[in-house]
């Protein structure tokens, strides 16, 4: 059942919908998601942009029957896999440590790209939810030395979260923000809360 966003995720401003649907979900069916499904949400992200057009971004993905499936698994923190492995796909977002120093750094266009993919898969009902890497996770085969793996995305179809084992059931409701003014400031830095 959708949650009620105005409840959970209110806005007072008139901002695109869209925004507000996205949320980091972690039931999830178990179900496949297509080849063509993941193409379409990497080629939302290589609309995004980046220093010079030029994305200084990887991503390196599974599907769940794939073969590469439990290398990029591995990459899943211990902790969140009771329910990650439940994703229909798995997305590993690297960044050069080596760019040149007079561009903003990688990050920024590594988020940009993340979020373009994430509100792409929103728009299709898919759920995606980033993780911090697994610090102990063996690197990913075949990338070069000079990447680092920044997040892991879950991708999957929505999930009944009843079916959700504690303590992430009870969580698994749409985060709320803060109100925009302790972020943002006119001229000034904003006041603290
Ligand atoms: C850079 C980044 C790292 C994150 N790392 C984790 C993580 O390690 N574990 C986790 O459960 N969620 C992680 N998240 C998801 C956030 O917890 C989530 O985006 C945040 O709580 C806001 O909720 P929302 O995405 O539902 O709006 C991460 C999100 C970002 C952008």
């Known amino acids: ?15 695109v919908p869209l925004f507000r649907e996205r949320w980091s979900a972690r039931a999830l069916s178990g179900e496949a998601i297509g080849h063509d499904e993941v193409l379409t949400l990497l080629e939302a992200a290589r609309w995004a942009p980046a220093d010079r057009g030029e994305p200084p971004w990887r991503i390196v993905f599974a599907l769940r029957d794939a073969e590469s499936w439990p290398v990029l698994l591995d990459q899943v923190p211990e902790a969140e896999r009771p329910w ?30 993340w979020q373009n993919l994430a509100l792409q898969a929103t ?11 697994s610090a102990g996770a063996p690197p990913l085969p075949g990338v070069p030395p000079a990447y680092r793996p920044v997040a892991i995305t879950v991708v999957g179809r929505p999930g009944r979260p009843q079916d959700l084992p504690e303590p992430w059931r ?3 409701v749409p985060s709320g923000r803060a109100r925009l003014e302790r972020y943002v400031g006119e001229g000034r830095f904003p006041d603290p809360d």
């Open 84 to 113: 990650a492995r439940h994703a229909g796909a798995l997305l590993a977002l690297l960044i050069p440590d080596t760019a040149p120093q007079e561009t903003l750094p990688p990050l920024f266009a590594a988020g940009a790209a």
């Open 170 to 172: 009870e969580r698994e």
């Open 123 to 133: 728009d299709m009902g898919l759920v995606t939810h980033a993780l911090a890497p």
């Open 1 to 15: 059942m959708p949650h009620d966003l105005d409840r959970h995720r209110p806005s007072r401003l008139p901002i």
